[in-house]
């Protein structure tokens, strides 16, 4: 099993739709996860970090599930430039060292 | 501003040469990281480094070594470039290594 799965789609999604990914993690013990978004040909960038109680950046809302181990990342009012490659992010031990592990990426594109 | 740079930012070099890449942050980050991203895998860590004189191996290190004299620098060094070595490479940075990365430009290494 993977240690950090996500629906590779592609979201083909309206202009001003609301959109939602999750992402699904193996380990328990993750307390760090975030959500990055990746431009074709570019480096991920921090979209934004996901919080035990949920948290919203404007648009974006993000939310943590434990019990069933998922993040969410849901976008309101879609704008054409939320096309992207949306990664999930989540912290895992290795060896005994801490790492982040990325997620493939759902990709989504906005139609106007 | 504080940043990270990667240099060259595309190369193209032969079978069985040993080929070098750059990674320079102004973070003053403890943590580096090196990843490379290929369609349908994702981002897969190559190596990373907590601190000076600090490397680890990731999930697919064989073929690439990387070594830590300042804090600022972490090359990645292929010792006999391989055509499965063909990839985009991204180093990144991190504060703590549960915390958020930052990642440079990317390389793009074409081995023929």
């Known amino acids: 099993r993977k240690e950090v799965e996500q629906d590779p789609g592609p979201f083909n999604v309206p202009e001003g739709a609301t959109v939602a990914f999750n992402c699904t993690y193996s380990?328990?013990?993750?307390?760090?996860f975030f959500w990055y978004r990746q431009d074709c040909r570019k480096e991920p960038k921090l979209l934004m970090s996901v919080y035990s109680s949920g948290n919203e950046d404007g648009r974006f809302t993000a939310q943590l599930n434990r019990a069933s181990q998922y993040i969410s990342l849901l976008i309101r009012d879609s704008k054409l430039s939320d096309s992207a490659t949306y990664l999930c992010?989540?912290?895992?031990?290795?060896?005994?060292?801490?790492?982040?592990?990325f997620g493939t990426g759902t990709r989504l594109t906005i139609i106007p | 501003d504080a940043e990270i740079t990667q240099s060259p930012r595309h190369k193209i070099t032969e079978t069985g040469r040993q080929v070098t890449l750059a990674c320079h942050q102004t973070?003053?980050?403890?943590?580096m990281f090196w990843y490379r991203q290929d369609l349908g895998h994702g981002l897969r860590l190559i190596h990373y480094s907590y601190g000076v004189q600090d490397t680890n191996k990731g999930e697919v290190s064989d073929g690439y070594s990387v070594s830590r004299s300042n804090t600022e620098d972490l090359p990645l060094t292929l010792e006999s470039a391989a055509s499965s070595q063909t990839s985009v490479y991204f180093c990144?940075?991190?504060?703590?290594?549960?915390?958020?990365?930052?990642f440079g430009p990317g390389t793009r290494l074409t081995v023929t």
């Open positions: 380990n328990s013990a993750s307390q760090s």
């Open positions: 992010v989540v912290n895992e031990m290795d060896f005994g060292n801490e790492k982040l592990t």
């Open positions: 973070w003053n980050h403890n943590n």
């Open positions: 990144a940075s991190s504060e703590h290594p549960r915390a958020e990365q930052y």
